[in-house]
């Protein structure tokens, strides 16, 4: 037991460093206190920092992320914005200043072996506030039903959730300090949207922690001279020096020698790194990927813990948070380098007939994926798929008309990332190592596109394979944005569209295995004359589960003004030459584009109109040479009095119109069309989905046992009853009601089972109202004469 003096003085300091902390606002003050806190940590043994990290930890916190309140004895309970450090560093770009915050910070630092030294000897828990969880969470743990099983879905929270005087979220040290560092530019993007007024935030019940919305400062934020130095950057800085000293890549096996057999493990192997490193990536993904997503679990995963997503109730349909681009491609391209830096070898290379779903590139056998906890780590792609996916299409399907593409273009460079894995080297975190040790370089040394990697060969098709929906299905979800959001900035949108062609045509191989894999997608019995595509058909049904799993909710109908349609990417259409196939569609973006650079400058013209001779040239090759025809119309403005949205129209193959086209989704949820009434369609629509859910036609029976269907019916035996019994019109009248309502309960039956709903939208037709209009009308004028004539 420590003594009492020694007790007394460790409080008082720790209070009068956290009132210095909470004072510090200028650079000589703020490199004061950082010298501060290093002084008291090394003059104390970690048996005495209960103090320091229950009163000045908090504090720090609130500072180094921009929030401080002299009154707040933690971060939870600050309710004034006041200037942080992150903030004055990005102000005054001042690298001293951010080196010397960084080196309190290091993961080498005093700081943090204090933290970890606390944490062995368990001296302090904090409450995490339930409210700075991910949207998801936060309902899910204040549903009694789904409470249980978040713990077991959100890896990152098992064993954290405890029942207080509510259910609360308690952590360590590092924990506490990792889960703010993650909530920090998530909070700072929802503040960027609120400002900007791009996009709804869905309101909450507000909390003290609302004003940790206003950060000033956060990398990407605001606009930065392109001269400024990278090192000053300090929160990518420090999120890069965790994400290395943390989170391992090279040779993961090396750190789980014995996950996924019986053997115990040997003295010198530290279990705690790979989990460290797992609650990291996990944290991370949640935070920043996942978020605000309506089904941040895999759909067999959740059903197996009773869990049915997708949250639509709690969770808004609307794009990822923005501002996060940037955190979110630096941890992509961090985490794929254990795919690069693991050796592209024969040993990453999955054989024929073993499926992507259930196993890693190098591990030995497969698994189900409830037991995904005891497979052997060799890659963390497998922690980003599923997440990434949704999170690109999010971002695509939920781009607000009307507003800018900064967002989405961001999000593009992350998805052009991570379609190249090959392309990554150690020498693209290069500014952040010269940043880590200190070091600026003189200049950056252009690389041609050989040159950053080895490119693609062979022994990629494991990752391809694995990843093929980023590769078919994204990229027609993709030119469906493109088409949508055209007219906004008819070049950037080419160039990116010519981007993404240009990756999946740049190498022979990968064009290759990409149509040999549709083949193999679409063909219902192959041939003994293909062999390759016999062998990638085993693929197939894990393929289809993916595509039916990172989809769930998701669908083009639901998005306002989406070019796309429901359901109508489920047989991956890329390669197809039909009318909603990828071959049709990008030739009319191609006519469209066209059309719409006729409007640019024209010192900018003869750029833009090179730009779609190469995107020409681009899907020719991708589709085997198809010549794409010359554009149909004349861009001359013969006819100004034409609307400028209807001669941009799109078009659907064979120069149809697109409101002639068959809709392909659900007819009751489509967009109102021009023979509609729209206040009476949604007014029907609302009583259609109401008439649904309460006669429970949403979800079909499926009937397994014929026992159950004949005992699930009512029979009445005629041949029993008595006529004589029979007393009269009451008894007669009850035995016809009961022959309606089993007459009806029959008619239900087979409409769940063949999934018939009702749907009464066929009444807010312009005709069917003028036909109804016009018979009331001949009925009252009918009564009036009648009325007249007597």
Not at 83 to 112: H, K, Y
Not at 232 to 240: A, M
Not at 278 to 305: G, Q, R
Request: contains cysteine; aromatic residues 12%; hydrophobic residues 40%.
């Amino acid at each position: 037991m420590l003594p009492h003096s020694y007790t007394v003085d460790s409080l008082s300091q720790s209070q009068d460093l956290a009132s210095n902390i909470l004072a510090a606002s200028t650079p000589s003050a703020i490199s004061a206190a950082c010298s501060s806190v290093e002084s008291f940590l090394h003059s104390h043994t970690p048996d005495q920092y209960r103090h320091f990290f229950s009163i000045t930890f908090p504090s720090l916190i609130c500072k180094i992320f921009g929030f401080g309140d002299a009154t707040a004895p933690s971060p939870a309970q600050s309710s004034s914005p006041q200037n942080g450090w992150i903030d004055v560093i990005t102000a005054t770009n001042d690298s001293d200043l951010s080196g010397r915050v960084f080196s309190l910070l290091s993961p080498s630092g005093i700081l943090m072996s204090s933290i970890f030294a606390v944490d062995k000897l368990s001296l302090v828990k904090y409450v995490f506030p339930t409210e700075r969880l991910p949207e998801y969470a936060r309902f899910m743990l204040s549903s009694e039903k789904d409470r249980t099983a978040l713990s077991n879905l959100c890896p990152f929270l098992k064993g954290k959730i405890e029942e207080g005087a509510s259910y609360e979220v308690r952590l360590n040290v590092f924990e506490y300090y990792m889960f703010w560092l993650s909530y920090y530019p998530v909070c700072r993007g929802n503040n960027e949207s609120s400002s900007m007024n791009m996009i709804p935030i869905p309101k909450k019940k507000m909390s003290r922690l609302e004003s940790w919305t206003r950060i000033k400062g956060f990398p990407g934020s605001s606009k930065r001279d392109s001269d400024q130095k990278l090192e000053c950057n300090l929160y990518v800085k420090i999120l890069y020096s965790y994400l290395k000293a943390f989170v391992p890549v090279f040779d993961l096996n090396a750190h789980q020698p014995y996950r996924s057999s019986l053997l115990q493990y040997g003295n010198g192997y530290d279990g705690s790194v790979m989990a460290r490193a797992e609650f990291l990536v996990n944290l991370f993904v949640h935070y920043w990927i996942v978020e605000n997503d309506f089904s941040p679990f895999p759909v067999i995963t959740a059903k197996s813990f009773g869990v049915a997503p997708p949250f639509r109730s709690a969770v808004e349909e609307i794009p990822p948070t923005c501002g996060l681009q940037e955190v979110v491609k630096l941890l992509v391209k961090y985490l794929n380098l254990s795919w690069v830096t693991s050796g592209v070898g024969s040993e990453n290379y999955i054989e024929y007939g073993e499926s992507p779903r259930w196993k890693t590139p190098t591990s030995g056998s497969s698994f189900h994926v409830a037991n995904l906890s005891l497979r052997p780590l060799t890659s963390w792609n497998t922690h980003l798929q599923r997440p990434l996916y949704r999170y690109i299409l999010r971002s695509f399907l939920f781009c607000p008309i009307g507003s800018s593409i900064k967002n989405a273009s961001q999000v593009f460079s992350i998805w052009v990332t991570y379609l190249e894995p090959w392309m990554i080297s150690l020498d693209d975190f290069s500014d952040l190592e010269a940043a880590l040790n200190g070091s600026v370089k003189d200049a950056k040394k252009e690389e041609s596109y050989e040159s950053r990697g080895c490119g693609y060969t062979s022994l990629w098709q494991s990752y391809v394979i694995s990843n093929y929906l980023y590769y078919s299905s994204l990229v027609m979800h993709f030119i469906g944005f493109a088409h949508k959001f055209l007219h906004t900035d008819p070049e950037t949108i080419t160039q990116m569209v010519l981007k993404v062609m240009s990756i999946l045509t740049s190498y022979k191989d990968l064009l290759v295995l990409m149509k040999n894999i549709d083949k193999a997608f679409h063909s219902k019995q192959t041939g003994p004359g293909n062999s390759t595509v016999n062998e990638l058909s085993r693929f197939v049904p894990s393929i289809r589960e993916q595509l039916k799993d990172w989809e769930d909710g998701l669908c083009e109908s639901n998005a306002d003004g989406s070019f796309l349609h429901e359901n109508w990417n489920k047989d991956l259409k890329l390669f197809s030459d039909c009318g909603d196939g990828g071959q049709q569609l990008l030739q009319l973006f191609i006519l469209r584009a066209e059309a719409e650079l006729q409007a640019v400058p024209e010192k900018n013209l003869s750029e833009a109109l090179k730009c779609v001779d190469s995107l020409k040239q681009v899907v020719s090759n991708f589709f085997g040479g198809h010549v794409i025809k010359p554009i149909a119309f004349s861009l001359e403005m013969d006819h100004p009095q034409k609307n400028r949205d209807e001669l941009f129209k799109p078009r659907g193959a064979r120069n149809q119109m697109a409101s002639s086209a068959k809709y392909k989704g659900d007819w009751m949820t489509r967009p109102v069309s021009e023979d509609e009434v729209a206040w009476v369609a949604k007014l029907l629509i609302n009583i259609s989905i109401w008439l649904n859910e309460r006669l429970g036609l949403n979800q079909p029976v499926i009937n397994n046992d014929k026992k159950e269907n004949s005992e699930s019916v009512s029979y009445v035996d005629v041949s029993e009853v008595d006529a004589r019994n029979v007393a009269g019109a009451g008894d007669a009248g009850r035995m016809m009601v009961r022959g309606v309502v089993m007459v009806c309960g029959s008619v239900l039956q087979l409409m769940r089972k063949y999934g018939v709903r009702v749907n009464l939208r066929v009444m807010a037709s312009k005709k069917f109202l003028t036909l109804l209009f016009l018979y009331v009308v001949f009925v009252v004028l009918k009564r009036f004469v009648t009325r007249m004539i007597r």
